[in-house]
T-cell receptor, first 116, second 114 residues
Framework: GAVVSQHPSRVICKSGTSVKIECRSL??????MFWYRQFPKQSLMLMAT?????????EQGVEKDKFLINHASLTLSTLTVTSAHPEDSSFYIC????????????FGPGTRLTVL | DAKTTQPPSMDCAEGRAANLPCNHS???????VYWYRQIHSQGPQYIIH???NNETNEMASLIITEDRKSSTLILPHATLRDTAVYYC???????????????FGKGTLLTVNP
């Protein structure tokens, strides 16, 4: 149980385009989902927290208009990187937490974004 | 949430127990200790968590000192597949919305050698 998936696993896009990453909780309902970013040889950095049906809460320094987060259902959250630039190239990881289980966060496998 | 201190790296022989330490001297009474690991180019994997008592599951054991200022994650029989970065994280039990966060430090790179 407690499986979180992400799609796509890898994406390469041109500078200026937008990229959407999906995060799904497969066997539980996730009232809260989180988006992290990880640059090479660095630790995970939380970008934003989203609760189903409400606006996401962004961490300081994360541009909400650039990183659009939608948490429309209890099993799906999406992150859209708008007008991507090479410096947005990173490993994006989502996690999910459900109230019916423990407070544990379960992570997806990550999405490798490369912006050319 | 309290900060944690972990050694940057450790080595372990395959088949032996791996004991990963974590210091969290400023932990408060309602904070849990969580352990995750991240294998290269994958998302973090939940291992175990505890509050006061020692905990054991199919993956590992968590030993928390009586004063709760430190803990040790034990992998009883390490395999090559256990090579990963292990993160010790302290988190308040007062969860909810943006207050529920996991703050990742640099962790310990455990290398299991054949």
């Amino acid at each position: 149980g407690a499986v979180v998936s992400q799609h796509p696993s890898r994406v390469i896009c041109k500078s200026g385009t937008s990229v959407k990453i999906e995060c799904r909780s497969l066997d539980f309902q996730a009232t809260t989902m989180f988006w992290y970013r990880q640059f090479p040889k660095q630790s995970l950095m939380l970008m934003a927290t989203s609760n189903e049906g409400s606006k996401a809460t962004y961490e300081q320094g994360v541009e909400k208009d650039k990183f659009l987060i939608n948490h429309a259902s209890l099993t799906l959250s999406t992150l859209t990187v708008t007008s991507a630039h090479p410096e947005d190239s990173s490993f994006y990881i989502c996690s999910a937490r459900g109230d019916l289980r423990t407070d544990t966060q379960y992570f997806g496998p990550g999405t490798r974004l490369t912006v050319l | 949430d309290a900060k944690t201190t972990q050694p940057p790296s450790m080595d372990c022989a395959e088949g032996r127990a791996a004991n990963l330490p974590c210091n969290h001297s400023t932990i408060s009474g309602n904070e849990y200790v969580y352990w995750y690991r991240q294998i290269h180019s994958q998302g973090p994997q939940y291992i175990i968590h505890g509050l006061k008592n020692n905990e054991t599951n199919e993956m590992a054991s968590l030993i928390i000192t009586e004063d709760r200022k430190s803990s040790t994650l034990i992998l009883p029989h390490a395999t090559l597949r256990d090579t990963a970065v292990y993160y010790c994280i302290v988190r308040s039990s007062n969860s909810g919305g943006s207050n529920y966060k996991l703050t990742f430090g640099k962790g310990t790179l455990l290398t299991v050698n054949p």
